[in-house]
């Protein structure tokens, strides 16, 4: 079971570039959000997702956008990366049918910005 | 504001040594309480949720409890692969469906 799969893994960017961090879940979960972990902080909810279609921000939005053309797929897009996004990013789902449900995250992705 | 508060930041135990993590939060609302734990270079690995005051989740050597303000992740026996983060999250009532706000996490290191 692949679960929540990000990619990549590790990325360093310049200033000012742009990228996409990738999320793939195949659990059919309709739930699917995106976190970022800074130290000494917790992880922050950037967006997220209840459905193919809709998203909605977190706590934290400025500089990040989001889609959901699928169900399985819920990428994260760095507009102009600014070292202040230098953070790791998980990406999480969980099937909408009540509340409390198992959240489960993926792995990771470990970005510096320079 | 609601927040979420988990002690200690770090906790060292000896093999064998029972010890408890908490979890505090500020009460406005409270729709479901997660435990996860987080090796280090992973994601959060879900072990628990509880949902009212008084309930109670075990899982081998750890055993979650709820209270109307607080919740408490006890540790019995631990042994060193039990070393990790653990992080506590809330979803509010009221706040859409699966938005957790996190603690800080507790470091737990088990010496042998």
């Known amino acids: 079971n692949a679960g929540v799969t990000q990619t990549p893994k590790f990325q360093v960017l310049k200033t000012g570039q742009s990228m996409t961090l990738q999320c793939a879940q195949d659990m059919n979960h309709e739930y699917m959000s995106w976190y970022r972990q800074d130290p000494g902080m917790g992880l922050r909810l950037i967006h997220y997702s209840v459905g193919a279609g809709i998203t909605d921000q977190g706590e934290v939005p400025n500089g990040y956008n989001v889609s959901r053309s699928t169900t399985e797929d819920f990428p994260l897009r760095l507009l102009s990366a600014a070292p202040s996004q230098t953070s790791v990013y998980f990406c999480?789902?969980?099937?909408?049918?009540?509340?409390?449900?198992?959240?489960?995250f993926g792995e990771g992705s470990w970005l510096t910005v320079v | 504001e609601d927040q979420v508060t988990q002690s200690p930041e770090a906790l060292r135990l000896q093999e064998g040594e029972s010890s408890s993590l908490n979890c505090s939060y500020t009460v406005s609302g409270l729709r479901g309480l997660f435990w996860y734990r987080q090796d280090p270079g992973k994601g959060p690995e879900f072990l628990f949720t509880?949902?009212?005051a008084g309930e109670e989740k075990e899982k081998e050597r750890l055993k979650a409890t709820l209270t109307k303000k607080e919740s408490f992740l006890h540790i019995t026996a631990p042994k060193p692969e039990d070393s990790a983060t653990y992080l506590c999250a809330v979803q509010w009532a009221g706040t859409s469906y699966g938005k957790l706000t996190f603690g800080q996490g507790t470091i737990l290191t088990v010496h042998p």
């Open positions: 509880l949902y009212s």
């Open positions: 999480a789902s969980s099937p909408l049918s009540d509340s409390g449900n198992t959240i489960y």
